[in-house]
């Protein structure tokens, strides 16, 4: 059974940071692209960043760029983001998601547009003082 589970939400000060991680069961990250997405109350949907098969190749939104860094470790199954430098507008439910559409995370077609095979059910961070 595939499944993806989210964890490392928490409420955090701006400025703050927390490592998010997403644990695989039924697959083989290794043969996915994983990205992270976030979706906050009232909102769409936003893509945040992506990792390739490898984790040779990554991707950002601009948004988080210089302030998150998503990483992965196949031998574990797992990927990771490290949010630093935390913002309000960084409030959001985080999911992680995979897909086999293509082994690198491409500016054509978007990453941020592959069809993920794969949710987790997310997990919350709230940025707040």
């Known amino acids: 059974q595939l499944q993806l589970v989210e964890s490392g939400g928490d409420l955090v000060q701006p400025g703050g940071t927390l490592r998010l991680s997403c644990v695989a069961s039924?697959?083989?990250?290794?043969?996915?692209?994983v990205s992270w997405f976030r979706q906050a109350p009232g909102k769409e949907r936003e893509a945040v960043s992506c990792?390739?098969?490898?984790?040779?190749?990554?991707a950002y939104a601009d948004s988080v760029k210089g302030r998150f860094t998503i990483s992965k470790d196949n031998a574990r199954n797992m990927v990771y983001m490290q949010m630093d430098s935390l913002k309000a507008e960084d409030t959001a439910r985080y999911y992680c998601a995979a897909t086999d559409q293509s082994r690198l995370c491409t500016i054509w077609p978007p990453w941020e547009r592959f069809t993920y095979n794969s949710w987790g059910l997310g997990t919350q961070v709230t940025v707040s003082s």
């Open positions: 039924g697959i083989i990250l290794g043969d996915y692209v």
């Open positions: 990792i390739s098969t490898s984790g040779g190749s990554i």
